[in-house]
């Protein structure tokens, strides 16, 4: 029966994808309708179950009939020493979120809107699930200055994966700013245009762990390996392999595999490439490799058309001036403002009164509260400069004046602590400096804070002023 199933697992994935995850597996009883097999270790009893449970669950039932159960066992782990069964019955499973019918191996095929299958019968292909989230398409991104360059550059990647000079595609920005939602648009886009394509979504979170794992249980291989078998590989907050020397080599390793083959590997992070720390520098010079497009915060016009798209696609209406408050009110991150929506929606609803301005200004207050990310820039410039009592255009010139240089620098480090901007859009807002100036800033404030109390002081009040506003 296992000889069967192989035979129609090798017909439908590729060759490769076969080797790593089904040679090694062996059969070891078999009952009416139950079937157990023996995996080398945990990490491959869940990859089986995060990408072939389908492909299993068809097969099985092409053998067994419907009902058919596969109970997997897991040989010798050193680490424990123990024996551990799963089981999983067939027909059922909450892991997966394919519906019912695909269970059935005829009726996926003929279902044209099966979607997001783990495997297309028939298609002599490697298929995974994706992990892409289908409400982040391109459709719902919303085109502005801002992100002009990263969205075009993102659809460039997605007509040609792999072709274009932008491999890797790197879009970088700060949090709330879309990302993760272009990342998506991306992977989405690819598997329409190219339903062969193996895409594969992964946050560099999740890859880690997957790594981590992958050296306990012994089958760092394996897991290498099955990245490498990937077409389009996206790896979101990239940034967060910092100091992970073992993760990032392995990366090292995939991402080379996968750039000389042609395959496009689409990075995101929360820093620019040269604001990354504790990242190797062979790894950060492969980032630099392709394109790097940064998201900056939206402008007016656009948020209040990301926000009039999101009241329309949840079919709910609002007060123009409402809406223009909430536009005004949140600038620099995304996701806030659609929380600031929703919690206006919902306090609506519950106490059964209309949006109005009190309500929107009472929401926006706790939103405001709650982050330090509606600091602009601009508004630590003036408080650094009212702090001081010095001309706005003094600390932006050139002067190279003690007092001044020493109030520049404040408004940098805040500027980074305080706002999403990267070193470079820091740099070039106060002053037109570049990013190393900044990090030379920022590095020389951190010292003077340590050291001399007066600058300590300094530091604090205008501290303080900025909390306050
Ligand atoms: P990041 O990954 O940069 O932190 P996300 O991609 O998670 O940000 O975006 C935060 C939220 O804002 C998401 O719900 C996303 O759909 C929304 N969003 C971001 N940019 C846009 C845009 N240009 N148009 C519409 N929605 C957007
Ligand atoms: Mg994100």
């Known amino acids: 029966v296992w000889k069967n199933c192989l035979s129609f697992i090798e017909d439908n994935i590729s060759n490769q994808a076969y080797k790593t995850w089904f040679e090694p597996i062996e059969a070891v009883n078999l009952t009416e309708n139950s079937l157990s097999i023996k995996v080398p270790s945990k990490f491959f009893y869940e990859w089986l179950e995060e990408h072939y449970v389908e492909l299993l669950k068809s097969a099985l039932t092409k053998e067994l009939g419907k009902g058919a159960k596969l109970v997997y066992s897991i040989k010798m782990e050193n680490t424990q020493g123990k024996k551990k069964s799963h089981t999983e019955s067939i027909p059922s499973t909450q892991r997966s979120n394919v519906s019912a019918q695909s269970v059935e191996f005829k009726s996926s095929q003929k279902n044209p809107e099966f979607k997001n299958p783990f495997v297309i019968p028939g298609v002599r292909n490697l298929k995974i699930d994706s992990q892409l989230n289908s409400n982040y398409g391109f459709e719902s991104f919303i085109e502005g200055d801002a992100n002009r360059l990263a969205r075009s550059a993102s659809l460039a990647v997605s007509n040609k994966p792999g072709g274009t000079s932008f491999n890797p595609l790197l879009i970088f920005g700060g949090v709330g700013l879309g990302k993760t939602h272009l990342a998506h648009a991306i992977g989405l886009e690819v598997k329409e245009k190219f339903p062969d394509k193996t895409v594969l979504y992964i946050s560099a979170e999740k890859f880690t762990q997957q790594h981590i794992e992958s050296v306990r249980k012994n089958n760092r291989n394996d897991f290498i390996h099955f990245y490498q078998i990937i077409d389009v590989l996206i790896v979101d907050d990239i940034q967060l392999l910092s100091g992970k020397k073992g993760t990032q080599d392995v990366f090292f390793h995939i991402f080379n595999h996968l750039h000389q083959n042609g395959k496009q590997v689409i990075l995101t992070s929360d820093k620019a490439p ?196």
């Open 274 to 469: 040269v604001d990354m720390q504790e990242i190797e520098n062979r790894l950060l010079s492969r980032f630099k490799w392709g394109l790097s497009a940064e998201l900056m915060s939206p402008d007016y016009q656009t948020r209040l058309s990301i926000i009039e798209n999101k009241l329309y696609r949840d079919g709910v209406e609002m007060p123009e001036d409402v809406i223009h408050y909430l536009a005004e009110n949140i600038k620099s991150n995304i996701r806030e403002l659609e929380g600031a929506i929703i919690s206006l929606i919902a306090h609506s609803s519950f106490s059964r009164t209309e949006v109005s301005i009190d309500l929107a200004q009472q929401i926006v207050k706790n939103y405001v509260k709650k982050t330090s990310q509606q600091i602009s820039i601009d508004r630590i410039q003036q408080v650094v400069s009212e702090y001081f009592q010095l001309d706005l255009e003094l600390i932006q010139s050139k002067t190279r004046k003690r007092n001044i240089v020493q109030a520049r620098q404040l408004a940098m480090s805040f500027s980074k602590r305080l706002t999403n901007n990267s070193l470079t859009s820091i740099g070039k807002q106060i002053g037109k400096r570049d990013h190393a100036t900044v990090l030379h800033a920022c590095k020389t404030v951190d010292n003077l804070k340590l050291t001399n109390k007066e600058f300590k002081k300094f530091y604090d009040d205008i501290d303080r002023k900025l909390k306050e506003t």
